[in-house]
């Protein structure tokens, strides 16, 4: 079925060929050349950005991609103070917290399409990089998303999209920044950034370290973060680049509330908010996490018209949790009973490899960008069952709650909580093999965009690829070895257009076909940690991007997917049955209305519905998480003449209501969050000084920040945050 769904597969621009250096279209009495572009040598200072880096696009001008691509660049993150994916990924319409806390890191969904954590975030385009840890952003020069499918050069992936987070570079001169971060909660850390290159060695290294308090009741943390981006460039022709990044976070997860799953029970009315410092849990619920990210990039000019790029990298993370739940919740009470699991040793590793050869030539009057490579993306993890320590009908489980400090029934309130001792639950279970599972998606593409036309020789862009995948699912076994438990080798392709208009406009369309890895079924389902095989996908995309002037970017998307839902059923496990159609409209504006006036909005529409699930409950509802609406704008205006270096800001985020569960018993409300800020860069004693000032929430909003699966998290409480950043050695980005 799955073989003879990608047969004859056919994807107009969905992930067109352009190709890792884009060629010089404007002297045709020439043969064509590849003309080198770094995307961080993108327009500096700017709320937008010309190039893109993820998928084939690397290197693109956001004009010339046929899909929707959003850009979060450094100075933007900056201007927010943004501290977290979540932070950061607000800005862009469709994306919302999905299912725990965003205290311990951000799980997502965009577009109402959960985010993969195995599988859906890049490192530099290339290497899959594992998200069940906070991701840090002090290394970060932009975040990009690839909204979408994107299976056709990525691999197995939902069609959510693809985050890719980009490193910064080693600096041409020499840099040392050093800065202090705070908020009004009490936390405090310190972040140290330097970097030089001599002669064809280049470096850059990042550190970061301090406690975590986002002041939530009965929580305590710590973090700290190294990073190092080496490069070497003997010659210009040939440049190897080597980035690592070492990633540890400890801290509470709060405990989050649970409706009951129950059909006949399923919640109708939702608890009143509490203050939101609330947490119902202990100090002691603990997540400790580390995480280690390499990726080594050989790049080779081997002659005007030919390139050869060789990636590897791997990711490693591993974790223990105390993970939490006050379950069977009353509404109209606030009681519930309180669920504590330990799950220690989880272990989850990805593994990448690729090789592409990428040159240009023409035939007649076509000039032809051709793009042929191989990657491997390898995933193994274990996901070790939770060891139940509190909250069920065993001596166990009532001897947890007493430890706790409550009655042996566990009965806890979510609105006026009991304070509970500070235990940190020690649990495990023997290795078990069946938690033991790999992937292995390999693939084998070639891409062609063949552009003709106009002054430049690009008005038409006709887009030809294909892909070959290898995709192969095993489980340990007790002797030792490995089961097969799904395998396929789909062939899919795909042709597109684009359409310049003008040199500062262009018109698009896009249909992809594709299939998505699932994410391991959530902790406390009755199929808990089981891998589910892969999922279809399609996705079918119009819009139209303009650039009105320099440094403004405005784009407007009509998107239409259809994917396998994938949800915890009636008898309590995590399926994948039925159709998901998601389809509206999204639109963008980023960069410089003026030199004093930066802008970044976004704003989506969704009509998304479940059918075909052969349920009467779930067909025609609304697929769980999905927000109907969500928009947002954010503005910083540099105040001109004797106040120059001082710059005001505000932005507006709103996300509309989302049904906590497919049946839709009950919706979480919509919630518009409102903060402001302002910076003062000044010059202390021959040093480059900018202090920051940011109210988050300022009005105080109290608000669901995540749900599904009937599960509701709070939205963290407002705060001020603060940060001084002294440039002990002048170095513009």
């Known amino acids: 079925m799955v073989r003879s769904f990608f047969r004859g597969s056919v994807a107009l621009a969905g992930v067109a060929l352009i190709s890792p250096v884009t060629a010089a279209p404007n002297d045709k009495s020439s043969p064509p050349e590849f003309e080198e572009i770094v995307v961080t040598g993108d327009r500096q200072a700017s709320f937008s950005a010309d190039l893109v880096q993820a998928g084939t696009f690397r290197g693109a001008k956001q004009l010339d991609t046929p899909t929707t691509v959003a850009v979060l660049p450094r100075t933007l993150l900056e201007a927010q103070q943004a501290s977290s994916l979540l932070d950061g990924l607000r800005n862009t319409a469709g994306v919302t917290g999905l299912l725990v806390s965003p205290t311990v890191y951000d799980n997502l969904s965009i577009r109402g399409i959960p985010v993969d954590g195995r599988g859906n975030y890049r490192l530099n385009g290339t290497l899959s990089i594992v998200n069940f840890i906070d991701l840090p952003l002090e290394n970060k020069e932009r975040i990009e998303v690839l909204k979408g499918v994107s299976t056709l050069y990525y691999g197995f992936s939902t069609p959510s999209g693809i985050v890719n987070l980009v490193t910064k570079r080693p600096p041409s001169r020499p840099l040392l920044n050093v800065a202090g971060t705070a908020n009004s909660h009490g936390q405090l850390q310190a972040i140290v950034d330097m970097g030089a290159t001599v002669g064809a060695f280049g470096g850059r290294g990042s550190i970061a370290v301090g406690p975590v308090d986002l002041g939530i009741e009965r929580t305590r943390g710590r973090r700290s973060f190294q990073s190092g981006a080496l490069q070497f460039k003997p010659f210009d022709q040939l440049q190897l680049n080597f980035d690592f990044e070492r990633i540890f976070k400890e801290v509470t997860e709060p405990t989050i509330l649970q409706g009951p799953e129950e059909r006949t029970q399923l919640l109708t009315s939702l608890p009143k908010l509490p203050p939101a410092k609330t947490n119902p849990g202990s100090e002691g619920f603990m997540n400790r996490a580390s995480e280690i990210n390499v990726l080594g990039r050989l790049r080779w000019k081997a002659t005007d018209r030919w390139n050869v790029t060789l990636e590897a990298g791997v990711s490693h993370e591993q974790r223990d949790r105390r993970f939490s739940l006050l379950t069977l919740l009353d509404p109209n009470t606030g009681d519930g009973i309180l669920f504590v699991g330990v799950a220690k040793n989880q272990k989850f590793e990805n593994r990448t490899l690729r090789g592409d ?148 406009a262009s018109l698009y369309g896009s249909y992809i076909e594709g299939l998505e890895s699932l994410p391991p079924a959530p902790n406390f389902t009755a199929n808990e940690g089981e891998i589910l095989p892969p999922a279809e996908s399609r996705q079918l995309e119009a819009g139209l991007k303009v650039q009105p002037k320099s440094g403004l970017v405005v784009t407007i998307a009509r998107f239409d997917i259809r994917r396998q839902l994938t949800y915890i059923n009636a008898d309590n496990r995590f399926v994948s049955n039925g159709i998901g159609h998601y389809r509206g409209w999204e639109a963008g504006v980023a960069g410089e209305v003026s030199s004093t006036l930066s802008i970044y909005g976004s704003a989506m529409r969704l009509d998304a519905v479940q059918s075909l ?121």
Not at 412 to 423: E, F, K, T, V
Not at 616 to 640: C, T
């Open 613 to 733: 699930t052969g349920d009467p409950l779930l067909d025609g509802k609304i697929p769980e998480n999905a927000a109907k609406e969500q928009w947002s704008i954010f503005a910083e205006f540099r105040l001109p003449g004797v106040r120059r270096g001082v710059a005001l800001n505000a932005g507006i985020f709103h996300t509309g209501k989302r049904p906590i569960n497919p049946e839709n018993s009950v919706f979480i409300p919509a919630f518009t969050l409102l903060d402001f800020g302002a910076s003062y860069t000044f010059n202390l004693r021959g040093t480059e000084m900018i202090a920051r000032v940011t109210a988050s929430n300022v009005v105080g909003k109290r608000y669901f920040i995540s749900t599904g699966s009937n599960l509701l998290a709070y939205g963290p409480p407002a705060a001020v945050k603060f940060s001084l950043l002294a440039k002990l050695i002048p170095q513009d980005r």
């Open 357 to 504: 050869v990428g040159g240009i030539f023409t035939t007649g009057g076509l000039t032809h960008e051709l793009l042929v490579g191989a990657t491997t993306n390898w995933r193994r993890q274990y996901f070790t069952r939770a060891t139940i320590v509190a909250g069920v009908d065993t001596d166990r489980g009532r001897t947890g709650c007493v430890a706790l400090g409550l009655e042996s029934d566990c009965v806890q309130n979510a609105g006026h909580p009991q304070p509970l001792r500070d235990i940190r639950f020690e649990a495990t279970l023997p290795y078990d093999p069946s938690r033991d599972t790999e992937i292995t998606d390999s693939g084998y593409y070639a891409f062609d965009r063949v552009r003709f036309g106009g002054s430049r020789d690009d008005a038409v862009n006709i887009l030809l690829g294909a892909r070959k995948s290898n995709y192969r699912e095993t489980v340990a076994t007790a002797s030792g070895s490995r089961r097969t438990t799904f395998q396929d080798a789909p062939v899919s392709v795909s042709a597109g257009l684009v359409l310049k208009l003008r040199r500062w």
